[in-house]
């Protein structure tokens, strides 16, 4: 890791709405270790007792041997930019978009997100991006001081190295943003993520509506931003993300070159390796494994690369992001623990692995003194159904 997280401060900023008591009881508790029946205490917003047994006092909530486990903590979602922009070059009025997202994510049981936001713009062609990132970040930021979310937001900055404006919008980012991520994009055609052409038009032409002319332009284009840029950028953002305190992660590694580039640039977590071969190489780096729940739910990549499930079974799967579908998140831990018969270890996947890799030591496992923030959750046919999201024992979902 680049830089020491400052994880309690950003607590106590982000989050002042301290709620009543809340008591769980007759419950099966996933604990990092083991599933205990029993009941879990929150007092003050933070786990205060554990007791084992499937007694109901007074006052507490009778779960009825539904699960209780951490709430879901997500590093990489697109749903902040699918709200502000649900249809290309639609500008939805910003709040009321930040607020939906939030409510969106609660009810789907994540209650810690870090906010994908896209950094580094191209101001040419039909496949522009125009700066958003430092404007949208303002307007997070205040919704979040001034208490309008339900769940705990944090920064995590998407940094596409071959665009024009990487390196000026990142510097109009300061360590008093408490950026939480920077990751290291390169979505340049013909390699990474889209090493198959006809994946990526079929990905562009439909979000963006290219004629395949237009679309050869594209292509034409990102080539030359990558031989422009792409070097300089991805050694400039190494040293933002130090300059923001702020995790570094990877994208789309494919080769053990790649993953080794990524280990020099002290990587935290790779997000989305693409290949069996990539995901081999960050492990035997150190470097945490994370993929995508659509991917697992789905049994493959939509982009052709290699499947979740693949990584799972071969015991290279640390960390699962909801990426595009949020409500992907829950059902994949549930999906992971069906694979490795091990509830606690698949929770762990969307809980305690992810706030590990971002330094939040205040949240993500079943503790006393750690956040109050829990999900019910009932198997109906080995399908959780949520019944009940608590942020710091305040109901939210
Ligand atoms: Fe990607």
């Given at each position: 890791?680049?830089?020491?997280?400052?994880?309690?401060?950003?607590?106590?900023?982000?989050?002042?709405?301290?709620?009543?008591?809340?008591?769980?009881?007759?419950?099966?508790?996933?604990?990092?270790?083991q599933v205990l029946t029993g009941a879990i205490v929150i007092e003050n917003g933070s786990i205060t007792e554990i007791l084992e047994g499937d007694q109901v006092p007074v006052g507490a909530i009778d779960c009825r041997g539904d699960l209780i486990t951490p709430g879901l903590v997500e590093l990489h979602t697109d749903n902040v930019e699918r709200h502000?922009?649900?249809?290309?070059?639609?500008?939805?009025?910003?709040?009321?978009?930040?607020?939906?997202?939030?409510?969106?994510?609660?009810?789907?049981?994540?209650?810690?997100?870090?906010?994908?936001?896209?950094?580094?713009?191209?101001?040419?062609?039909?496949?522009?991006?125009?700066?958003?990132?430092?404007?949208?970040?303002?307007?997070?930021?205040?919704?979040?001081?001034?208490?309008?979310?339900?769940?705990?937001?944090?920064?995590?900055?998407?940094?596409?190295?071959?665009?024009?404006?990487?390196?000026?919008?990142?510097?109009?980012?300061?360590?008093?943003?408490?950026?939480?991520?920077?990751?290291?994009?390169?979505?340049?055609?013909?390699?990474?993520?889209?090493?198959?052409?006809?994946?990526?038009?079929?990905?562009?032409?439909?979000?963006?509506?290219?004629?395949?002319?237009?679309?050869?332009?594209?292509?034409?284009?990102?080539?030359?931003?990558?031989?422009?840029?792409?070097?300089?950028?991805?050694?400039?953002?190494?040293?933002?993300?130090?300059?923001?305190?702020?995790?570094?992660?990877?994208?789309?590694?494919?080769?053990?070159?790649?993953?080794?580039?990524?280990?020099?640039?002290?990587?935290?977590?790779a997000e989305f390796p693409t290949t069996l071969e990539a995901a081999q190489a960050c492990r035997s780096h150190g470097i945490s494994v994370m993929m995508g729940a659509p991917n697992l739910i789905r049994g493959g990549s939509h982009s052709g690369n290699v499947a979740a499930e693949e990584l799972a079974k071969a015991d290279l799967l640390d960390i699962?992001?909801?990426?595009?579908?949020?409500?992907?998140?829950?059902?994949?831990?549930?999906?992971?623990?069906?694979?490795?018969?091990?509830?606690?270890?698949?929770?762990?996947?969307?809980?305690?692995?992810?706030?590990?890799?971002?330094?939040?030591?205040?949240?993500?496992?079943?503790?006393?003194?750690?956040?109050?923030?829990?999900?019910?959750?009932?198997?109906?046919?080995?399908?959780?159904?949520?019944?009940?999201?608590?942020?710091?024992?305040?109901?939210?979902?």
């Amino acid at each position: 890791m680049n830089s020491p997280f400052n994880a309690s401060s950003l607590t106590t900023l982000c989050d002042s709405d301290m709620s009543a008591d809340l008591h769980l009881a007759n419950a099966r508790l996933v604990l990092p270790d083991q599933v205990l029946t029993g009941a879990i205490v929150i007092e003050n917003g933070s786990i205060t007792e554990i007791l084992e047994g499937d007694q109901v006092p007074v006052g507490a909530i009778d779960c009825r041997g539904d699960l209780i486990t951490p709430g879901l903590v997500e590093l990489h979602t697109d749903n902040v930019e699918r709200h502000i922009e649900p249809r290309p070059e639609v500008d939805w009025p910003h709040l009321p978009a930040l607020i939906a997202h939030d409510a969106e994510l609660a009810s789907t049981g994540i209650t810690t997100v870090f906010d994908a936001m896209r950094v580094g713009s191209i101001h040419s062609g039909k496949g522009r991006y125009i700066d958003y990132a430092r404007k949208l970040a303002d307007e997070l930021l205040a919704a979040r001081a001034q208490g309008f979310f339900k769940i705990s937001h944090f920064l995590h900055l998407r940094a596409e190295i071959c665009s024009e404006t990487l390196l000026q919008e990142l510097a109009t980012f300061g360590t008093e943003d408490r950026v939480g991520i920077v990751s290291l994009m390169d979505h340049t055609p013909g390699q990474r993520q889209f090493r198959d052409l006809s994946a990526l038009k079929t990905y562009v032409a439909k979000k963006r509506g290219m004629t395949d002319d237009e679309f050869e332009a594209h292509v034409e284009n990102l080539l030359g931003l990558q031989k422009r840029f792409g070097a300089k950028h991805e050694a400039g953002t190494v040293v933002e993300a130090t300059r923001l305190g702020a995790v570094l992660a990877s994208h789309d590694d494919t080769t053990a070159e790649h993953v080794a580039t990524s280990a020099s640039n002290r990587v935290g977590f790779a997000e989305f390796p693409t290949t069996l071969e990539a995901a081999q190489a960050c492990r035997s780096h150190g470097i945490s494994v994370m993929m995508g729940a659509p991917n697992l739910i789905r049994g493959g990549s939509h982009s052709g690369n290699v499947a979740a499930e693949e990584l799972a079974k071969a015991d290279l799967l640390d960390i699962v992001s909801s990426d595009y579908v949020p409500s992907a998140l829950l059902l994949s831990a549930f999906r992971l623990a069906q694979i490795w018969d091990d509830l606690p270890r698949a929770i762990a996947t969307v809980t305690s692995n992810p706030a590990i890799a971002t330094h939040l030591k205040d949240r993500g496992a079943l503790k006393v003194g750690l956040r109050g923030d829990v999900l019910r959750v009932q198997l109906v046919d080995q399908m959780p159904l949520l019944r009940g999201v608590w942020s710091q024992g305040k109901k939210v979902g």
